[in-house]
C-alpha cells in the first residue's frame, strides 16, 4: 500500500475529507520524523515503536573486489512492532 492508498483508506475509516486525511497523514509523519530527528522514540501502545538505533563500525567486503573495507558506524531508524500488531499479523 502506497500513501495515496493509505490515505483513501482513511478517507473510508474516518469520513475525512481527502484533504484533512492527507493533512492528519502528513502531519503524523512529520510529528515522528521530527522526534526520531531529536533521537526520541515514539511508543505507540499495542502498535509498535519508532527509535533510533546506532550501530556500531565493523569490517566487511567490497563485493567487486573482495577486499576488506571498514563500515562505519551510523544512526538508523528502527521499528520494533508492539504486542497487538504481532497478533494481527500472525
Known sequence: MNKQQLVEKLVERTKLSKKDAMAAL????????????KKEKVALAGFGTFLIVQKKSRTGRNPKTGETI?????IVPKFKPGKGLKEKVK
Not at 515522528?32 to 530527528?37: H, N, Q, R, V
Request: glycine share 6%; hydrophobic share 40%; net charge negative.
Open 26 to 37: 502528513d502531519g503524523i509523519l512529520d510529528i515522528i520524523t521530527e522526534s526520531l530527528a
Open 70 to 74: 571498514t563500515i562505519p558506524e551510523k
